[in-house]
T-cell receptor, first 113, second 108 residues
Framework: DAEITQSPRHKITETGRQVTLACHQTWNHNNMFWYRQDLGHGLRLIHYSYGVQDTNKGEVSDGYSVSRSNTEDLPLTLESAASSQTSVYFC????????????FGPGTRLTVT | KNEVEQSPQNLTAQEGEFITINCSYSVGISALHWLQQHPGGGIVSLFMLSSGKKKHGRLIATINIQEKHSSLHITASHPRDSAVYICAVVDNTDKLIFGTGTRLQVFP
């Protein structure tokens, strides 16, 4: 069965370290998204990609970067982790012609100490 | 003010009760999702609707485009319905804008 996975599921890191969160989907979806979820906020869009070599900034992109070298993967990198980036991160993907029909990964809980 | 507002934020019910969760939005949309998130779990889509009403089992979702309002109803609630329910609208660029969620606890 096709699926979307995230790794690691839990991560604790120190302020200033570089961290990469992995997202892998086997749906063969063109579109992929990264969100963060914090108390008091709805999910907020960090970065998104509509295809290989395409990346775009979302609402809360500062301090994050992504790259899309193949269809299956969209890794999210925190260049220099900050305590404000402690959050739960969700990856999602959607088909080419239905960007809004998003399938979510299980989430990664990141703690920056 | 958030573009997508949900109410209530928290909801407690006894098993068997009829539950309503509301979602109001202030932007133009092409569709609306209701999503479910279990504790420690991922997020799954329950419904996507752009008009009228949809029903899956004990869940019913309605939308009134003119009033910019949607409701999610759960009939004969059960403890396994305990979860966070999230409303998300599809804006005019096909991006999702999420509400903050409604935490539902159903007790036996």
């Amino acid at each position: 069965d096709a699926e979307i996975t995230q790794s690691p599921r839990h991560k604790i890191t120190e302020t200033g370290r570089q961290v990469t969160l992995a997202c892998h989907q086997t749906w063969n979806h063109n579109n992929m998204f990264w969100y963060r979820q914090d108390l008091g906020h709805g999910l907020r869009l960090i970065h998104y990609s509509y295809g290989v070599q395409d990346t775009n900034k979302g609402e809360v992109s500062d301090g994050y970067s992504v790259s899309r070298s193949n269809t299956e993967d969209l890794p999210l990198t925190l260049e220099s982790a900050a305590s404000s980036q402690t959050s739960v991160y969700f990856c999602a993907s959607s088909p080419l012609d239905r960007r809004y029909e998003q399938y979510f990964g299980p989430g990664t809980r990141l703690t920056v100490t | 003010k958030n573009e997508v507002e949900q109410s209530p934020q928290n909801l407690t019910a006894q098993e068997g009760e009829f539950i309503t969760i509301n979602c109001s939005y202030s932007v133009g949309i092409s569709a609306l999702h209701w999503l479910q998130q279990h504790p420690g779990g991922g997020i799954v889509s329950l419904f996507m609707l752009s008009s009228g009403k949809k029903k899956h089992g004990r869940l019913i979702a309605t939308i009134n485009i003119q009033e910019k309002h949607s409701s999610l109803h759960i009939t004969a609630s059960h403890p396994r319905d305990s979860a966070v329910y999230i409303c998300a609208v599809v804006d005019n660029t096909d991006k999702l804008i999420f509400g903050t969620g409604t935490r539902l606890q159903v007790f036996p």
